[in-house]
């Protein structure tokens, strides 16, 4: 079983220009979030009856993209994952009454029966950025997004609840509000911790 990075973080914070940047390395195995791809993400941004549908979706897509990645040649590399879809999206679905609690209940069960079977990430990488830049990087997106910029700072606190638990060899915090386009600092940074880590 081969080892596995999650890059997580707040909607427009620049995770898929991160792992796209990454890429660029050959050293990894990708999954992207796939927002185009998916059957309900449209809908569910239209009508909150898709939203539990579009979150189940999504899990079972994490779910899928770790079991491939675990067993890919290379270590793998995701952009957002399992974890942050159900500590950070779906939790923030169900305070935002966009799931029911008995629908969030089984998204919960769902994501627990996973993580029985698949470890959690070898390395966790959490991005930051000012509320400007996360707002300013949505703000020029085409991409579906059900989360908005009013939403970054309770997502963040439901992440920082669910990092709490993360020990601190397997975190990595990096504040990307500065970056360049490239993300050569960030690139830099993951790939002397792995280096070190791995």
């Avoid at 050959?26 to 992207?32: C, K, S």
């Avoid at 703000?139 to 309770?154: C, E, P, Q, V």
């Amino acid at each position: 079983m081969n080892r596995l990075i999650s890059i997580v973080g707040p909607s427009g914070v620049g995770k898929t220009t991160l792992v796209q940047a990454l890429a660029k390395t050959d050293q990894f195995t990708i999954a992207f979030e796939q927002h185009t791809e998916r059957p309900f993400q449209s809908s569910a941004k239209q009508n909150r009856q898709y939203t539990f549908a579009n979150q189940m979706d999504y899990l079972i897509l994490r779910a899928e993209q770790e079991r491939e990645l675990r067993a890919s040649l290379q270590t793998g590399l995701m952009d957002g994952g399992l974890d942050l879809d159900f500590h950070g999206f779906t939790r923030l679905f169900l305070r935002r009454s966009l799931l029911s609690q008995n629908e969030f209940d089984l998204c919960r069960r769902f994501y627990l029966l996973i993580r029985e079977a698949l470890p959690q990430p070898e390395l966790i990488v959490r991005l930051e950025a000012d509320e400007e830049t996360v707002s300013n990087r949505l703000s020029g997106r085409k991409r579906t997004n059900i989360a908005s910029a009013d939403d970054t700072a309770l997502f963040n606190s439901y992440l920082n609840e669910w990092l709490a638990s993360i020990p601190s060899q397997n975190l990595l915090l990096l504040d990307v509000s500065k970056e360049t386009p490239e993300y050569s600092e960030s690139v830099n940074i993951i790939l002397d911790t792995i280096k070190k880590t791995f």
